[in-house]
């Protein structure tokens, strides 16, 4: 099983409409969840982090966690074609109690926003 | 706030060559990550500094691999002897600490001819 797992997509939706992205995590340990942003090319963007359970919001973005299930979800409302990329999500490896720092990703999730 | 900065952008040497590449961390960040991430794929994690010590490299990093971050400020992440398979984007990333986000710089994409 892999740390973590994403679905790859590709995931398309129109403009305007919501986009949800999902993340499956094995080790339940995890306190702290990431998601990056990263156009072709260039590298990860951080655009949500969120250490508790239930919802946090940012402007279009929304993360949403539940530990107990072990998975972390990203909605961006009002999809654009500018948020076309793949999303990655990260989880900073816990061992023994400790964190470790270093941060697993999953494969990324290629969304595409079309007109 | 001037973010991590990566150098160079871009590196193409042949097989057998030594590289070097830098990186400036965000400047009040005591933790410096270091990254590799091939086409399709998440990246993948080499090495990391709190301040100056080294306090874990990856299973991936062979002995061709070396890192530093004298004094705690740069890290530079040298390849010794460069096989095909290194050919990726090196990422830099940098955090206040510890489960802190990490800030990626722009990476330094390696070609082996």
């Known amino acids: 099983q892999k740390e973590v797992e994403q679905n790859s997509g590709p995931l398309s939706v129109p403009e305007g409409a919501i986009a949800s992205l999902n993340c499956t995590y094995s080790?339940?340990?995890?306190?702290?969840f990431f998601w990056y942003r990263q156009y072709s090319g260039k590298s990860p963007e951080l655009i949500m982090f969120?250490?508790s359970n239930g919802d946090k919001e940012d402007g279009r973005f929304t993360a949403q966690l539940n530990k107990a299930s072990q998975y972390v979800s990203l909605l961006i409302r009002d999809s654009q074609p500018s948020d076309s990329a793949t999303y990655l999500c990260?989880?900073?490896?816990w061992g023994g109690g400790t964190s470790y720092g270093k941060l697993t990703f999953g494969q990324g999730t290629i969304l595409t926003v079309h007109p | 706030d001037t973010g991590v900065s990566q150098d160079p952008r871009h590196k193409i040497t042949k097989r057998g060559q030594n590289v070097t590449f830098r990186c400036d961390p965000i400047?009040?960040?005591?933790?410096l990550y270091w990254y590799r991430q091939t086409l399709g794929q998440g990246p993948e994690f080499l090495t990391y500094?709190?301040?100056?010590?080294?306090?874990?490299k990856s299973r991936l990093l062979s002995d061709r691999f070396s890192a530093e971050r004298p004094k705690g400020s740069f890290s530079t992440l040298e390849i010794q002897r460069t096989e095909q398979g290194d050919s990726a984007m090196y990422l830099c990333?940098?955090?206040?600490?510890?489960?802190?986000?990490?800030?990626f710089g722009d990476g330094t994409r390696l070609s082996i001819l």
């Open positions: 990260a989880v900073p490896f």
């Open positions: 500094f709190q301040n100056e010590a080294q306090l874990e």
């Open positions: 400047s009040e960040h005591n933790r």
């Open positions: 080790d339940r340990g995890s306190q702290s």
């Open positions: 990333a940098s955090s206040l600490g510890e489960g802190q986000p990490q800030h």
């Open positions: 969120i250490y």
